[in-house]
């Protein structure tokens, strides 16, 4: 919740270590794949591309049909200029 807070403020940075806290503290969660796509959606934020498309494709292993998830991935492959890749999505 507090990394969804921050996020929602504008904290990008901020959110992050709350996401990666959830993660390690909850590892069994079955909503673990929302927390993973707002994770990617923190790292879109900052601009972390890699990390992005990363956290993107565990939530898509967990949730293959998370559009969300799919949707941060396709475009930090495209910033990442990977265009081949993000239309294969």
Do not use: Q
């Amino acid at each position: 919740a507090m990394g969804s807070a921050r996020l929602l403020l504008g904290d990008a940075a901020g959110a992050i270590p709350f996401f990666l806290d959830t993660e390690r503290l909850s590892p069994f969660d079955l909503y673990r794949f929302h927390n993973l796509g707002e994770l990617a959606a923190a790292y879109c934020f900052v601009e972390d591309w890699p990390a992005a498309i990363a956290t993107a494709e565990r939530s898509l292993n967990l949730s293959p049909s998370y559009f969300y998830a799919r949707f941060l991935k396709i475009g930090a492959l495209i910033r990442s200029g990977r265009h081949d890749e993000a239309e294969r999505e």
